[in-house]
Each structure stands twice: as C-alpha cells, then as structure tokens.
C-alpha cells in the first residue's frame, strides 16, 4: 500500500468545522503506528496551470487566489490555493503509482475535491482532484478509459459535470464513466437521475438498511467494471458512516472493508482518493477499506 499525504495539508483550517484538520493527522497517526510496513510518500509535483485547466476554467483559478468566501462551508483560508493544489498532486501521483504498479494507492490529503465544479468552489472542496486525475490519466498516462466509483455520502456533482462534459462529446467522448452512490435526498440536491449512460447516479434514501446500500454499492461498482476502464479512481468517502455527524446514513466499519475487498477483486489498477468522512472513527474505517484492498487475509477482519 502506498500512502500519498503531505503533512502540510493539516495546516489550513479549524477544529470547529466538520472538515478539519485532525481528520488526516489522526489518520496518518493511526495507520502508520499500525501498519508500519505501508509506504509513505509526499508528492513533490509541482501540479501547473495547465494541468488544472484540463478540468476548471481559467477564472477559477484566478478566483482561487483571491481572499473571499466562496460559501459558508468552502471560505477563503490563507493559501488555500497551495492546499488544493498539493491535493491534486497527491491524487496525479495515486494514479499514476497505479497505473504503473497495478497495485494500491490512497491519497490521504485535504481539501476533499468532488463538489468542486469547473467554475466554482463549494461542499469544503477547491479543484475537483478526481476529475483532474481521470483527465490526466487519459492525456499522458496511457489510460484510454478512466472509471470513477464515488461512494461518497454525497452525490459528486463536481466530478459529475466535468466528466459528463467531456465523456459526451470531443475528443474524450466515450472515454469516462462515473458512477456515484449517495444519500438522497442530501447535500447537494443533484444526482437523482442518469444523465447518460456513462454518468450513472445511485440515490439511497436516508436511513436505508446497510443492505440496500451495499447492493446498491455493488451494483455501481458492477457497471464500473462493465464499462471495462484501464483505471479505476475511487471517490473514497467514509460519511456514509451509521455514526457520522452530517449524513444519515447506516453502514459500519466492515462495510467499508466489503468495499475495499470489492476494489481489489476487480482485478485493475485503482487509485483511491480521500473525499468526506467526519466521524471520529474516520482512522478506523479507512483503515479497514485499506487492509481489504491491499490483502485477501484481512477479508471480514
Ligand atoms: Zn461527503
């Protein structure tokens, strides 16, 4: 298992905000006391310009630098810039390990990234470090189909409109598939529906049975291996935890280790991406959705 993670990503934001900074420093903190054998890398791209342009506008990324608000939950934090911006490079780098090894990468960074849009910041994320890397992956990693499985508590509104834009028509038509998997109705409001064959939505009500959504989970991750990608990039979210503070929904630890199993029993390179998850259980659960993925020995551990 290789572990993206800048420790720097820890050093914007506050204690009082659900997306804070003990969420990775607790993380980070547990799994390298439990699994010292796991690697640990900071990415040292530097991510230009043009590499977040293959997924947001221009005046996005002039926004970005500019000291405002962009909501009550995505505000201006000195640098913010820089924090997205390294969280993007982690996830380049994830895919990239993956692509290459075939075997497990996570980047365990802030700011999350799959509300950000191609034009605007919003639901605690800046640049949409997903999209970027399937955009990425597609241009110079040799990737001709990229599949992104969002498990996310909430609907991927970014991811989904920035692919769904580029998999319907030019020269990546055909090339992205998104499948995202959350409760609805929920934050943001989107993904009720399909907006197209190649960009697949899974609402689950709140306070469904685990089992309705881990079927529906299942069935997600099922149409990403039907659409047969040369990489699989994970929206790895853990708010759809029973005892997460901002969602309402029911799975537990051991469901997050079905997902990781899942994952590797898909049998192609994957790369997995922090999104949400605010529990205080949060090290515990990645660290399941990580054992399951990287070994079959830890299955129903
Ligand atoms: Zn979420």
């Known amino acids: 298992m290789l572990i993206l993670h800048d420790p720097q990503c820890a050093d914007y934001g506050s204690s009082m905000r659900p997306e804070q900074p003990a969420r990775v420093t607790r993380t980070a903190t547990h799994l390298r006391?439990?699994?010292?054998?796991?690697?640990?890398?900071?990415?040292?791209?530097?991510?230009?310009?043009?590499?977040?342009?293959?997924?947001?506008?221009?005046?996005?990324?002039?926004?970005?630098?500019?000291?405002?608000?962009?909501?009550?939950?995505t505000p201006y934090f000195p640098g913010i810039d820089g924090h997205a911006r390294r969280s993007v490079a982690a996830a380049l780098?994830?895919?990239?390990?993956?692509?290459?090894?075939?075997?497990?990468?996570?980047?365990?960074?802030?700011?999350?990234?799959?509300?950000?849009?191609?034009?605007?910041?919003?639901?605690?994320?800046?640049?949409?470090?997903?999209?970027?890397?399937?955009?990425?992956?597609?241009?110079?990693?040799g990737a001709a189909r990229v599949a992104v499985w969002d498990p996310d508590a909430h609907h991927g509104n970014g991811t989904e409109s920035i692919l769904h834009a580029d998999t319907t028509a030019g020269p990546h038509a055909g090339a992205f598939f998104f499948a995202s998997v959350h409760q609805s109705p929920g934050y943001p409001g989107s993904g009720t529906h399909d907006l197209g064959p190649l960009t697949r939505n899974?609402?689950?009500?709140?306070?469904?049975?685990?089992?309705?959504?881990?079927?529906?989970?299942?069935?997600?991750?099922?149409?990403?291996?039907?659409?047969?990608?040369?990489?699989?990039?994970?929206?790895?979210?853990?708010?759809?935890?029973?005892?997460?503070?901002?969602?309402?929904?029911?799975?537990?630890?051991?469901?997050?280790?079905?997902?990781?199993?899942?994952?590797?029993?898909?049998?192609?390179?994957?790369?997995?991406?922090?999104?949400?998850g605010y529990s205080d259980d949060l090290p515990l659960l990645v660290e399941a959705f990580l054992e399951a993925w990287e070994n079959p020995a830890t299955i129903n551990a």
Do not use: K
């Not at 780098?93 to 075939?102: Q, Y």
């Not at 799959?114 to 800046?126: D, R």
């Not at 640049?127 to 110079?140: F, P, S």
């Not at 009500?205 to 099922?222: K, Q, V």
């Open 202 to 276: 899974w609402p689950v009500a709140p306070r469904a049975p685990r089992a309705i959504h881990l079927a529906a989970l299942r069935e997600a991750l099922d149409a990403v291996v039907a659409f047969q990608p040369d990489l699989i990039l994970v929206s790895a979210g853990f708010d759809a935890y029973a005892r997460d503070p901002i969602t309402e929904m029911t799975l537990e630890r051991g469901d997050f280790a079905t997902l990781g199993r899942w994952l590797r029993e898909t049998g192609r390179p994957a790369a997995a991406i922090l999104e949400g």
């Open 93 to 141: 780098e994830a895919a990239r390990h993956a692509l290459a090894t075939r075997t497990p990468a996570f980047s365990l960074m802030r700011p999350p990234g799959h509300h950000a849009t191609a034009t605007n910041a919003m639901g605690f994320c800046y640049l949409n470090q997903i999209a970027i890397a399937a955009l990425h992956a597609r241009r110079h990693l």
């Open 33 to 73: 006391t439990a699994h010292p054998d796991w690697s640990w890398r900071v990415p040292s791209a530097v991510v230009t310009d043009e590499t977040l342009l293959l997924a947001h506008a221009p005046g996005h990324l002039r926004r970005l630098a500019q000291p405002r608000d962009f909501d009550a939950d």
